[in-house]
Every structure is written in structure tokens, then in C-alpha cells.
């Protein structure tokens, strides 16, 4: 059932049918933290339409670059080099400049630097698997990193996550904050995930999935996977007592 927008609503409401129901039984490790009451759509606050604003003060000179930002001087993390791109733009297409861009992974052997990961494979002393990035005013975005390995999960007995990476993105207000994750076109395993399989629409998994874009790949270096995120967008409609876009 799609939420009916407010009159005064500073952004569209999301569109609860696109999203995965909050229970899918197969996705176990949820369903105890699953919401029991319907949601509820509450109209947006000033403080959410008009913040958090980040600048480029407060990035470190290699937050973007995932194979050296944690190595040693001289040292880079071990695995498939690949570069991450796109753009964030919201409902109607508008880019969405100057938003902060999160990412977490695990290595390339799928193991998270974690005090509370109980996988085996090995650590990557290089490698720390955080990043972060500022769109530019076209809202395009870019970082280096490894190739993620994927893992094993204590869901189903045999359940394995498919390659991915985790994305955090704040758009122009709170309320568009978006958490979301990445997939590798091509992965056999996406298809196979239990977390995937909770949504419910094909071309809503499709979304998630970057796509091999071998016109920006480093020869000799690195591959390069673009990944375009939409937020939800500002309503067009111009009111009385306020300007478009607000």
C-alpha cells in the first residue's frame, strides 16, 4: 500500500511496497527485532528537511581510497583492486550534491574487522574497510577499494551473503537518510541470499546491483563497478508559503 504524501510534506513519502515487509521468516536472525504494530508515516520536521550539512573540512585525505587509508606507509590491502562509482540523485532526478557517501565492507577473503565476527578466514592488517566521500555538485561520487569476498552466515545452516558493500547516505536532509547495501552483477549467490530474498519486487533487487563499467577501468590496476543511488524526492508543487523545493 503506497503512503499518501502530506499537503505540507517537505519530501515524498516512501513508498512502503517497494521496501521488504519488516518480517520475511526466512531471514531469521531478523524476526525477533521485527516490528509487531503497522508503521507509521509521521510529516517531516524543519530540522530533518534542512540538515545534517557536511563539508569537505571534514574528510581525511584518504577516506576515499579503502586500499591505502588503513595500510602502512608503503603497504596496500590484499585483493582485487576495483573502483566504485555513480550518482545520487533523488525521485525526479535531481542530483543530490555535496551529501555525504559511507561504506563498510569486509575484506577480500569476506571477513569484517569486527571484534564480534566469528568467521575464519583471515584479517588483512592493511586493510580496515571504512570509507567516505562528499558528492560533487552533479552528486557523483568515487572511491577505490578491494573486491569483497563473500561469507558464510549462521542464518540457515548453509546460507553464504553474496559479495557486497555496505552504503550510508544522507541526502540533503535526515529525511532522505538511506542505508543500503551493493551487490556485483554477475554474483550466483545474489539470488541465493535469504536478505535479497526478502524483497519482494525483481526490479527493486535490481537496484542493488552495480554494473561492470569497463569504460572506467584502470588498466593494469583496477576494474570499475558503477552503483547509482536514488533518494526520495522533493515534491515539485509550488505553495503558497514556500519556495519549490521545500
Not at 25 to 37: D, G, Q
Not at 132 to 155: C, K, S
Not at 178 to 202: H, K, N, S, W
Request: glycine share 10%; net charge negative; with cysteine.
Amino acid at each position: 500500500m503506497k503512503n499518501t504524501p502530506s499537503a505540507h510534506a517537505g519530501f515524498m513519502a516512501r513508498d512502503r511496497a517497494w521496501h521488504p515487509p519488516a518480517l520475511h521468516a526466512p531471514y531469521k536472525t531478523s524476526v525477533l527485532r521485527s516490528p509487531n504494530a503497522p508503521l507509521l508515516s509521521l510529516p517531516t520536521s524543519l530540522g530533518e528537511e534542512t540538515g545534517p550539512v557536511f563539508g569537505p573540512a571534514m574528510l581525511g585525505e584518504l577516506d576515499h581510497d579503502l586500499i591505502h587509508n588503513y595500510a602502512e606507509p608503503g603497504e596496500s590491502a590484499v585483493g582485487p583492486r576495483i573502483i566504485v562509482h555513480g550518482r545520487v540523485i533523488d525521485e525526479t532526478g535531481r542530483p543530490v550534491p555535496n551529501t555525504l557517501v559511507e561504506v563498510w565492507q569486509a575484506n577480500a577473503g569476506g571477513r569484517y574487522r569486527h571484534k564480534k565476527e566469528g568467521y575464519l578466514a583471515p584479517l588483512d592488517p592493511n586493510f580496515g574497510g571504512c570509507g567516505r566521500v562528499l558528492t560533487d555538485e552533479n552528486g557523483a561520487y568515487e572511491f577505490r577499494t578491494i573486491q569483497p569476498g563473500p561469507y558464510p552466515w549462521a542464518n540457515g545452516g548453509n546460507d553464504w551473503r553474496p559479495a557486497h558493500i555496505h552504503f550510508s547516505i544522507f541526502g540533503s536532509g535526515f529525511a532522505q537518510r538511506l542505508i543500503t547495501q551493493m551487490y556485483f552483477e554477475g554474483d550466483p549467490l545474489i539470488a541465493q541470499c535469504p536478505i535479497v530474498g526478502a524483497i519482494p519486487d525483481r526490479a527493486a533487487v535490481e537496484t542493488l546491483v552495480a554494473e561492470l563499467d569497463m569504460t572506467r577501468t584502470v588498466p593494469m590496476d583496477a576494474c570499475a563497478w558503477r552503483f547509482d543511488i536514488v533518494l526520495r524526492g522533493r515534491r515539485q508543487t509550488i505553495f503558497e508559503n514556500r519556495l519549490e523545493g521545500l
